[in-house]
T-cell receptor, first 116, second 115 residues
């Protein structure tokens, strides 16, 4: 069965600090897809990144970076020089490779508060 | 380019009543999924519609049903509402071409309160 764990329920940092959000997943498939979404107070889940299981390259997009390690089944997300606008709930999600129904399994989320 | 739109944004219902939520997918998308997000939790998959049929279903009772129309828009119906159905209901759309693994895009959701 597929499962996503985000052990950090809430994190508070001061603006300009770096912060890493952890994500650990479980799946029996060799082909799968990992995602990060941001949920501001408005409720809409905003797509941040998609990574497939065959691509372990780390990715950087501006202040955001992602570290994918299959050996530890982790897909961690780092925000560099955090800003108040980064305050939101962040979800890690998993979709298995044979799943044409695209049933996403989400973690419980990490609430990030960036203080001025 | 309109994103995923949902209506209504907020509603309050009484236990035992029925509710219908509506969703229009992002332009160019043909697949619609529904998720339930209880307070403080991650979204839980309810079901997905493609070509006007339910393609996959999560662990939700038959009180939850849906429909997809020829223009790809979708409805979620919940009968015999329970207090525990209070949640944010999120619609997500995607394009079937290139699946699996396609990114899904979410609307802002419908906040349902059952009293």
């Amino acid at each position: 069965a597929q499962k996503v764990t985000q052990a950090q329920t809430e994190i508070s940092v001061v603006e300009k600090e770096d912060v890493t959000l952890d994500c650990v997943y479980e799946t029996r498939d060799t082909t799968y897809y990992l995602f990060w979404y941001k949920q501001p107070p408005s409720g809409e889940l905003v797509f941040l990144i998609r990574r497939n299981s065959f691509d372990e390259q780390n990715e950087i997009s501006g202040r955001y970076s992602w570290n994918f390690q299959k050996s530890t089944s982790s897909f961690n997300f780092t925000i560099t020089a955090s800003q108040v606008v980064d305050s939101a709930v962040y979800f890690c999600a998993l979709s298995e490779g044979d799943n044409y129904g695209q049933n996403f399994v989400f973690g419980p989320g990490t609430r990030l508060s960036v203080l001025p | 380019d309109a994103g995923v739109t949902q209506s209504p944004t907020h509603l309050i219902k009484t236990r035992g009543q029925q509710v219908t939520l509506r969703c229009s997918p992002k332009s160019g998308h043909d697949t619609v999924s529904w998720y339930q997000q209880a307070l403080g939790q991650g979204p839980q998959f309810i079901f997905q519609y493609y070509e006007e049929e339910e393609r996959q279903r999560g662990n939700f009772p038959d009180r939850f049903s849906g429909h997809q129309f020829p223009n790809y828009s979708s409805e979620l119906n919940v009968n015999a509402l329970l207090l525990g159905d209070s949640a944010l209901y999120l619609c997500a759309s995607s394009w079937s071409e290139g699946a699996p693994g396609n990114t899904i895009y979410f609307g802002e959701g419908s906040w349902l309160t059952v009293v």
